[in-house]
């Protein structure tokens, strides 16, 4: 932590006795230092143990090779992706890199952009700011767009133009659960294979032999380093499936 830095501490008390596995998992680590490491997570993987998936989790893969993350909350995972989302995870190795690295993300410091396929042509970069409710459909949950929800602000850039559907990179300003699918679907312009957000109008494609998942990708972290002080920029590569949908769609637009 650099000398005399000025940091909120909010107090971490663990009352749930459950304990978890640790368990083998393979992890893509593409950097890793003494305080923190980053995570390219792969697709179908659950980020954090839970009623529906208490086995092989990133959590529970994290206890494994570092048993010492046990005494940190959610096991140092900074943010979250969900399952079917691939791409870059930060993770804490120690508790006052959790604190300031948390810090960061509170204050819209560490700077997250993922990739992406929509349907329908998004024609200007824009930025979406409206608040977002968890709403629950038949023990499933579900974020919306309602008043009382909160604030939550998406920025598209767009990188390309296909038949019918667009290429856009997007940053996070707020990190709501489920905020890109969530902004997208709401301005009719849901992401190719999302399951839960899909366009209603939408019917089964070609594109669905393509790629089976929401095609959404973290492929871009920033932040500085809380010992270092440089600035560490890191990147990640469109997996397969969602190469292999633009690869596609490049194919029948020319």
Known sequence: MLL??????????NNNNTIWKAQYLPLKIIYEDAYLLVIDKSINIVVHPGNKN????????????YHFLRDLPRAGIIHRLDKDTTGLMLVAKD?????????LLKKHKIIREYETIVYGIIKNDQIINLPIKKVYFNNIIKMIIHSTGKESIT???????????TYLRVQLYTGRTHQIRT???????????????KQLNISNNMLFDLINRQALHA?????????????????????KDIQNVLDFLKKISY
Do not use: Q
Request: glycine fraction near 2%; aromatic fraction near 20%.
């Open 4 to 13: 005399y830095d000025k940091i909120e501490i909010n107090a971490y008390i």
């Open 54 to 65: 208490r086995d092989n989790t990133i959590f529970n893969a994290l206890l494994y090779n």
């Open 95 to 103: 508790m006052l890199t959790y604190i300031y690295l948390k810090n």
């Open 155 to 165: 920025k598209l850039f767009v990188k390309k133009h296909f038949v019918k559907y």
């Open 219 to 239: 492929c871009y972290l920033k932040f500085r380093h809380p010992v270092f002080n440089n600035i560490l920029t890191l990147y990640s590569k469109l997996p």
């Open 183 to 197: 902004h997208l679907s709401y301005i009719k312009h849901g992401i190719i294979g999302d399951p839960l957000y």
